[in-house]
């Protein structure tokens, strides 16, 4: 005969994790305080979540921030140092968590790089930017490299890579944009900017009919510079250098400055740089 008793997730266990978290209390000795109280572990598991991803959003609400939407996320709750994508065993570099930014390596293999800039070589043009006021695009003066588009599913290289991305980052294959591949000459650069598109220009509503908001980014590195060129993260101090092979994921959970993901490519100096970038989009993209 079992003496389980069923526990309750009260208003008052959710005001008390609150107060914790805003004494600077850590999660973990938080938890460890509910199981040395009786509280079974996964019953304080969920009050401690559902509470904090709550009180997370009721306090994003008052200060006037768009609400948060589920991100592609790569499984690293263990801190392996590799993943197994099915067809190739990629390296974990560097994983930070706000903002939510992780540097793979192996991530692309030598073969892969040159057969994309091969393919895509004859098809650049001067890179385009969306443009929000009206949901088309235009020519940035902040970014100065030549770009294309592969649609998605274009090719068997394109298609082997977006099945890695799709269970590396757990997120649908339909739901990433064609992978975009660009170049990048000295004194080329994309200044700092944000992924997601802004709720308050005219041209988004547009822009998102296609596939909802972007949620995440994977930039990968075909061809390395010789200087510069690096993807800076202003907010956070951050600069990953474009290591051939190498790639790095970002994600943004709602449209804003918040998340901390402002990033740009810095100038390049000596040499060329060639990178393939995914956007990951909300929901299937059209």
Known sequence: MSTQTHQQITPQLRQWIVEQAQAGHSAESVLQSMLASGWQEEVAIEAMESTLRDHLE??????????????????LDDSPLYVDTGDRRVHVLQNMYNPR?????????DEECDELIALARPRMARSLTVATKTGGEE?????????????????????????????????????????????????????????????????????????GQRVGTLIMYLGEPEKGGGTTFPDVHLEVFPKRGHGVFFSYDRAHPSTKTLHGGAPVVVGEKWIATKWLRERRFE
């Open 58 to 75: 009721t306090k994003a609400a008052a200060e006037g921030l768009p609400p948060s939407v589920p991100v592609p996320d790569p499984k």
């Open 101 to 109: 930014v992780v540097v793979f390596g192996n991530l692309l293999s």
């Open 139 to 211: 020519v940035n003066e902040d970014r100065t490299s030549n770009g294309m588009f592969f649609q998605r599913g274009e090719n068997d290289l394109v298609r082997r890579i977006e099945a890695r991305l799709a269970r590396l980052v757990h997120w649908p294959e339909e739901n990433g944009e064609g992978l975009q591949v660009l170049h990048y000459r000295p004194g080329a650069e994309y200044k700092p900017h944000y992924d997601y598109f802004d709720p308050k220009e005219p041209g988004t509503p547009t822009i998102l009919k296609r596939g």
